[in-house]
């Protein structure tokens, strides 16, 4: 599971972060929207220190200057940020590049780029997460993505469900990206043991 941490909780993206790996997480995604730099440097030293402390990655999302300086494992970025080439280019080939694909057009790109790691596609369904949410997909729509991206590492976003995760993972996904159904009730530990077990579970068959 890709673990994404959440703006306008109690807890910092820090504590966000140091749970998640306490709790089992082996993959963080800081994602800080509107955070001025100094306090998101800060913020991201503290994420990588805390996914080192637990054996996890750590990527920053929507900048390739953070993630360098904080020395995180790699970045991500949305299909209408940075080159993907560009900055891979910037990262070199030891970190982690991952982009963002929301409709075909974005997956062939993602695919012909040739330098991502892995890919990030949705939305599965609505989630107030994102502000400006693309058009959801469904598992229909999800499914033709995957397919566009041929071997290309996928992992599902936006409204993901334990129940959605045989499913999912019977389409080809490698896991999914979650980041509010992990903070549900303040019971981040039970949370994530609830995603992990369901991607564990046998996959439906989809035909």
């Known amino acids: 599971m890709m673990c994404i941490t959440l703006d306008g909780l109690p807890l910092s993206h820090a504590a966000q972060a140091e749970q998640l790996c306490a709790a089992g997480a082996r993959w963080i995604q800081l994602r800080?929207?509107?955070?001025?730099?100094?306090?998101?440097?800060?913020?991201?030293?503290?994420?990588?220190?805390a996914c080192r402390a637990h054996d996890a990655v750590c990527i920053i999302n929507d900048s390739v200057e953070i993630a360098l300086a904080?020395?995180?494992?790699?970045?991500?970025?949305?299909?209408?940020?940075?080159?993907?080439?560009?900055?891979?280019?910037?990262?070199?080939?030891?970190?982690?590049?991952?982009?963002?694909?929301?409709?075909?057009?974005?997956?062939?790109?993602?695919?012909?780029?040739?330098?991502?790691?892995?890919?990030?596609?949705?939305?599965?369904?609505?989630?107030?997460?994102?502000?400006?949410?693309?058009?959801?997909?469904?598992l229909t729509g999800v499914s033709e993505l995957l397919a566009a991206l041929g071997d290309l590492p996928a992992w599902v976003i936006g409204g993901v469900k334990p129940t959605d995760l045989p499913s999912l993972r019977a389409a080809g996904a490698a896991g999914a990206a979650v980041s509010s159904a992990l903070f549900g009730n303040g019971r981040i530990a039970e949370n994530l043991r609830a995603f992990h077990d369901a991607w564990a579970a046998?996959?439906?068959s989809l035909s």
């Open 202 to 204: 046998q996959p439906v």
């Open 32 to 49: 800080m929207k509107k955070a001025a730099p100094d306090a998101w440097l800060a913020t991201a030293r503290e994420v990588v220190a």
């Open 70 to 138: 904080a020395g995180a494992d790699g970045v991500h970025l949305g299909s209408l940020d940075l080159d993907w080439r560009e900055t891979r280019r910037r990262l070199g080939l030891q970190k982690i590049l991952g982009g963002t694909a929301n409709n075909y057009a974005d997956a062939a790109r993602a695919h012909a780029a040739g330098c991502l790691d892995y890919v990030g596609i949705g939305p599965l369904r609505f989630t107030v997460t994102k502000q400006k949410l693309a058009p959801v997909l469904g």
